[in-house]
């Protein structure tokens, strides 16, 4: 290490433990910086359906207090869309907006939990036996198959190796890490229930739905005859 180096060493700590004062940086309201064109680029959704959610999330967002600059529920809900769209670091999600990361994160946790919230009222398997005959007579129109209310699907969603020492079991045959989650649609495409898997290391496990007209456990392997 020669002297420019030890000095440059110096500086770096010198900076590093001096005091920091916080800095409030002015927020970017993307749905005011793009167009309409721009907008659904970044976020995946025109500005009248983020407008449209906002209204039955903003409820979940909003915070107790107004000092520290809280951010606004507007905002939060834009921050998670934007990672949610691109899959990105939190960092460069705030960056759009001009937050900092460690912001960005919270609001993407509030917007997750915002949308858990508001589930049960947009995604349920059908409650009566009226809505399973629906289900079956859309079925059969669609491509003649009988006794149906439901096509499931699988899919392995990529994620990061998992802290702690249990992250094996997120190991799939692929030799990728990944959640293995089930979806149920109807006929028309609409998602009826999401389910998570018991034991993620295994394939070929069956899946619970819990959201039917008896009650019950509807297993993967009955599916297609429930309410039959």
């Known amino acids: 290490m020669d002297y420019l180096d030890y000095f440059d060493w110096?500086?770096?700590?010198?900076?590093?433990?001096?005091?920091?004062?916080?800095?409030?940086?002015?927020?970017?309201d993307p749905i005011q910086l793009y167009t309409e064109l721009e907008f659904r680029e970044r976020f995946g959704f025109y500005k009248r359906s983020v407008l449209a959610l906002l209204d039955m999330v903003g409820p979940y967002l909003e915070h107790n207090t107004n000092k520290n600059f809280a951010l606004s529920p507007k905002?939060?809900?834009l921050c998670g869309?934007?990672?949610?769209?691109?899959?990105?670091y939190q960092i460069v999600a705030g960056d759009l907006m001009n937050i900092h990361r460690t912001t960005a994160g919270r609001a993407f946790h509030s917007v997750v939990n915002s949308l858990l919230a508001i589930k049960p009222l947009y995604v349920s398997m059908p409650s009566n036996h009226e809505q399973c005959l629906q289900n079956k007579i859309n079925?059969?129109?669609?491509?003649?198959?009988?006794?149906?209310?439901?096509?499931?699907?699988?899919?392995?969603?990529?994620?990061?190796?998992?802290?702690?020492?249990?992250?094996?079991?997120y190991r799939n045959r692929k030799n990728f890490f990944s959640i293995n989650t089930?979806?149920?649609?109807?006929?028309?495409?609409?998602?009826l229930n999401v389910a998570d898997p018991i034991e993620p290391e295994n394939d070929?496990?069956?899946?619970?739905?819990?959201d039917n007209a008896e009650g019950n456990e509807v297993r993967r392997s009955i599916i297609l005859n429930y309410f039959s």
């Open 10 to 28: 110096m500086l770096y700590q010198n900076a590093d433990n001096a005091l920091r004062y916080r800095i409030i940086r002015e927020r970017r």
């Open 75 to 77: 905002l939060q809900l």
């Open 81 to 88: 869309l934007r990672i949610f769209r691109t899959g990105t």
């Open 139 to 169: 079925f059969h129109r669609f491509g003649a198959f009988p006794n149906i209310i439901g096509a499931i699907d699988c899919v392995h969603i990529p994620i990061l190796c998992p802290p702690g020492d249990h992250n094996e079991i």
């Open 182 to 191: 089930q979806v149920i649609s109807d006929a028309n495409m609409k998602i």
């Open 204 to 210: 070929n496990y069956q899946f619970h739905v819990e």
